[in-house]
């Protein structure tokens, strides 16, 4: 017995109608380019509903660390590296005192993963209709076989400790013990661009995976207190977090802007309570400024709806007024110990804990929770008189880095825009 195919089944993907060619192209496109990136050239295959990964005699990897990898693509709903039997492997007299050739699988199967005082369930999902024996049948046939042959004699159907499966296609039968759950969703790529703003917080790098997890391409914008030194750049715990982002975007540029003119401009000003929402405004015309001329169509914020003053309704409107492009906030309705759990899950909490001393010099003892768009026009035209001008002199600062599906592959690159489908 040996486990020869990774079988993965889609999330929403199945519902799309019409794009499901498309959807379906690209998920297996995301799901090659994730393996070649790790190294593993193993062949990936469509079928209905679901994409299989062949697993060649002699595999280069462990499988079972593939499985994992696979587990973070968006669109996967599950992952169950399998023993397959083709068709020709499983022709069954018919004959009811004859075994069924995959009687043996799954005793093997059940012996591999036996566990001491465990209960367990057979789970038969009968998708190519043809097959001889109903699902409850056989499923009956197989638990009783592996009560006979194995150490396993409990079996539990509504809560078992280990379940086994059998999923009967036209190609043929999968038998797996391990179905991983993945993160569910879109394959990127398949809807538009977006810049999303990474502060080195908890809470944007959460909003980022959950626009890509919905299908986008994911760039990101940092603005930065301080000027780095390129070399100093993939260190930067900013450059870490949209790294491990990556494994979930595939491709996408962190765009990393010091704030120094902006800083300066308000340096000798009187406190007025209202820094953070001009730095969000200023955030928000730079990122829009970026769309406009390496594409995109919507920036991302971490927002959550009164979690600082500057999150306040009120300030919010006043965000999105300063711009054109529409700011989504993925994260508007969902409170701190949610975007905790979320950041955990998908492994950027313990950086962004980190220490990462960045916006101290906007920070003002009494920020305003109440601002209106006219007030912060006036505010502006006061104290940033040249607004255009001092957009360009930051732009002019700006470092590109570029992520591939985990790994950083360029220190300023090039303005070339990427997709996986180069
Ligand atoms: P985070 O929200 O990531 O935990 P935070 O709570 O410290 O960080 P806020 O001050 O709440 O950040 O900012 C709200 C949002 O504004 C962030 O989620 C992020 O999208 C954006 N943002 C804040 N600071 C920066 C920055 N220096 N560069 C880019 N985006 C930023
Ligand atoms: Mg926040």
Redesign the pocket.
Known sequence: MQINRILLHYAEVALKGENRREFELQLRRNIKHRLLRGGVHWPVRPGHNRITVRIPKAPSADVFEVAATLREVAGIASVAPAVFLSRDDIRWSGEPSQPHPIEAIVVEVARANWQAHASFAVRVNRGDKRFPLRSNELARRLGAAIIERTDWSRVDLSRPHQSFYIDIYPEGIYIYGHRLRGIGGLPVFTAGPVL??????????V?AFLMAKRGCRVDF????ATHLAPEALPENLVGRIAKRLSTYTLRSRLFFVPYTHFDLALLDQPPSGFE?ILF?RF?ARLGTRIVERQGGQAL????SLG??A??TLENIVCHSQASTLPILRPLIGLDKQEIIERARAIGTYEL?TEPYK??CALLSRHPRTKSRAHQLEQLEARLLPSYEALIERTLADMQILTFDAGELIEVNSSQRALSCDE
Not at 196 to 205: E, F, R
Not at 221 to 224: A, P
Not at 300 to 303: F, L, S
């Open positions: 999303s703003l990474l502060s080195g917080g908890i809470d944007s790098p909003a914008l940092h603005l930065s953070m969000r955030m991302v914020v971490g927002d979690q600082v500057s999150q962004s960045d916006c």
